[in-house]
Structures are given as structure tokens and as C-alpha cells.
């Protein structure tokens, strides 16, 4: 079946660091990819998505590229600050009668000043 | 700006009672989910109602059962609850298999 996998755990950083969390998928076909945000005592927030080859999505200075060829969508940031700590999760859809998101296991972003 | 509503927001009870979990979406969609997302963040997909037919049905305990009354609303009942319900509820919506809009959640804590 379909599935997920993103860096584990925790990323500790300062401000202005750059900012890499890798996403890795298995799935047949084009799925559309996403990325979700969630901050403390919210519910998951759409960052972006990508349905492509070589689409780009971005939002708010984060970004990542849909590769096929390597099954990829990580998520990169120039300059993190203190208010983009939140848990940060990937996730892919497939279409067809399938209405499931199919979540990594997030990625928790704690950036200090 | 929050178009899908839960409540209640928390919600503590004991082992072996019933509780039930509301959700509305004003955002006009017509398919709705309820996700589980436990202790560790991980979250996973119970149900799904599209045009209020079931669609999905993640092999998840009897005692769970959903409530459709309309495209808009979406409720989760748990007939005698135990330890390991214990969670946040999070009830989603889409237009079609398009993008997902969550709610807030429901926390629920088991005694």
C-alpha cells in the first residue's frame, strides 16, 4: 500500500538557519503530494501541494519540488524564525475511489532565538 | 479563519462510558473524515462519508461509529471507551478527493 516517510523526531535550530525536512513516498502512478502544518492545539493547515513531475509548491518561504525519479518532496526553508515551530508532516493522496490522506509521522520544528 | 467546528473542545470520562463528538464544515464540501491522532502525533484515517455514504472505513474497533446527517455534519460516537481512545479527534473535509480542511480537534481522555 501506499506509504510515507519523513524525518523522524525532532529538528532543533536557531533563527535564520535553513531548514530541510525529507519526504520520501511509495506509491504508484502520480499521487498529489502534500505538505500540513500543525501548530499547538490546532488541527493539520495545507502548507502546499504539488500533482506533478517537477511541480514546485510553496508558501509563507517554504517550499519543495515533486521528483519522481527519486520518489521525493522535501521541505526546505532559507531563514526559519521562532514562529515556525509546529509539527510539520507529509502526505500523499492517490486519487481513483480512494479518499485517504496517507500522513507521515510529522516532524517536530523547534527553532530558538 | 475556521470553517470546520468541533466540539466539544476536551472531553474527560471513564472507562466504559459513551461519548459522542460533533462536527460541522460551512465550507460547503461534500465529503468528510474523522482522523485519530494519538500520543506521538501519528495520524491515522477512520472514516470517511462522501455525499453522506460511507467511503472509508479504516478497521477500527465496533465500539467507534459515525453519524451522518447531512453534508455538513459528521459525528463520532464511542460506545464504551477504553484506555487507549484516549486521543484528539480530528474531523476533516473536501471538495471530492481534493485538498483537506481539519478542524481544531477533540481531546479526549480516558481515566
Known amino acids: 500500500g501506499d506509504s510515507v516517510t519523513q524525518t523522524e523526531g525532532q529538528v532543533a535550530l536557531s533563527e535564520e538557519d535553513f531548514l530541510t525536512i525529507h519526504c520520501n513516498y511509495s506509491a504508484s502512478g502520480y499521487p498529489t503530494l502534500f505538505w500540513y502544518v500543525q501548530y499547538p492545539g490546532e488541527g493539520p493547515q495545507l502548507l502546499f501541494r504539488a500533482s506533478r513531475d517537477k511541480e514546485k509548491g510553496s508558501s509563507r518561504g517554504f517550499e519543495a519540488t515533486y521528483d519522481k525519479g527519486t520518489t521525493s518532496f522535501h521541505l526546505r526553508k532559507a531563514s526559519v524564525q521562532e514562529s515556525d515551530s509546529a509539527v510539520y508532516y507529509c502526505a500523499l493522496s492517490h486519487g481513483g475511489s480512494n479518499y485517504k490522506l496517507t500522513f507521515g509521522k510529522g516532524t517536530l520544528l523547534t527553532v530558538t532565538p | ?111
Request: proline residues 5%.
Open chain 2, 1 to 111: 479563519e475556521t470553517a470546520v467546528f468541533q466540539t466539544p473542545n476536551y472531553h474527560v470520562t471513564q472507562v466504559g462510558n459513551e461519548v459522542s463528538f460533533n462536527c460541522k464544515q460551512t465550507l460547503g464540501h461534500d465529503t468528510m473524515y474523522w482522523y485519530k491522532q494519538d500520543s506521538k502525533k501519528l495520524l491515522k484515517i477512520m472514516f470517511s462519508y462522501n455525499n453522506k455514504q460511507l467511503i472509508v472505513n479504516e478497521t477500527v474497533p465496533r465500539r467507534f461509529s459515525p453519524q451522518s446527517s447531512d453534508k455538513a455534519h459528521l459525528n463520532l460516537r464511542i460506545k464504551s471507551v477504553e484506555p487507549e481512545d484516549s486521543a484528539v479527534y480530528l474531523c476533516a473535509s473536501s471538495w471530492g478527493r481534493d485538498t483537506q480542511y481539519f478542524g481544531p480537534g477533540t481531546r479526549l481522555l480516558v481515566l
